[in-house]
């Protein structure tokens, strides 16, 4: 199975600063098609998981530009340029490659 | 609008059975992959299997292979996971998932179900 690490598992962060998470994979993520099978995910307190990010950088349908993904192969990214109060909540990277699906441990967005 | 809506959850005793089941609308069920994914209290999101469109192609977890069956019925619109031999570590919310790790960025989640294992 491949393996999701997040880091950091703890981000405290001031409104209208910016925020990085990275993810790492134990295998490579990328297929011959040129696409990177990691998709981030935002579950706010009390709420169902949502997509952010698909395929490393796609931003989904109405997510603010403020959030990014870069990244390929092992190494990801997930980027907020100016944090809002509404982002608070957990993030997690997930490999999409291969059954059995893994998610990356979460981390936690919260405000200072 | 597109929407899954999980039910079925409740409490059982360690060993026990339930049936979890999904309905689905707004979309056109039959063409998508659809997904479990579980949480437990307070820790991450655990994919537990998954079922292809027309319900012939299905994988597990280790930790629940044996023990779980995913399946659908495209004419009801519903995804259904029976959860045979219950361990108390299988407590969690479970959710439905459309489309899991789509690449056109289509997932979808329902609101989850609670499965509590007691004795």
């Known amino acids: 199975d491949i393996v999701m690490t997040q880091s950091p598992l703890s981000l405290p962060v001031t409104p209208g600063e910016p925020a990085s998470i990275s993810c790492r994979s134990s295998q490579s993520l990328l297929r011959s098609n040129g696409n990177n099978y990691l998709h981030w995910y935002l579950q706010r307190p009390g709420q169902s998981p949502q997509v952010l990010i698909y395929?490393?950088?796609n931003r989904a349908s109405g997510v603010p530009d403020r959030f990014s993904g870069s990244g390929s192969g092992t190494d990801f990214t997930l980027k907020i340029t100016r944090v809002e109060a509404e982002d608070v909540g957990f993030y997690y990277c997930m490999e999409a490659l291969q059954a059995p699906v893994t998610f990356g441990q979460g981390t936690k967005l919260e405000i200072k | 609008e597109v929407q899954v809506v999980e039910s079925g959850g409740g409490s059982a005793q360690p060993g026990g059975s339930l049936r979890l089941s999904c309905a689905a609308s707004?979309?056109?069920?039959?063409?998508?992959?659809m997904h479990w994914v579980r949480q437990a209290p307070g820790k991450g999101l655990v994919w537990v299997s998954r079922i292809n469109p027309d319900g012939s192609s299905t994988n597990y977890a280790d930790s629940v292979k044996g023990r779980f069956t995913i399946s659908r019925d495209n004419a009801k619109n519903t995804l259904y996971l029976q959860m045979n031999s219950l361990r108390v570590e299988d407590a969690a919310v479970y959710y439905c998932?459309?489309?899991?790790?789509?690449?056109?960025?289509?997932?979808?989640w329902g609101q989850g179900t609670l499965v509590t294992v007691s004795s």
């Open positions: 998932v459309i489309s899991l790790g789509s690449s056109r960025g289509e997932d979808s």
């Open positions: 707004g979309f056109i069920f039959s063409s998508y992959w």
């Open positions: 395929l490393g950088s």
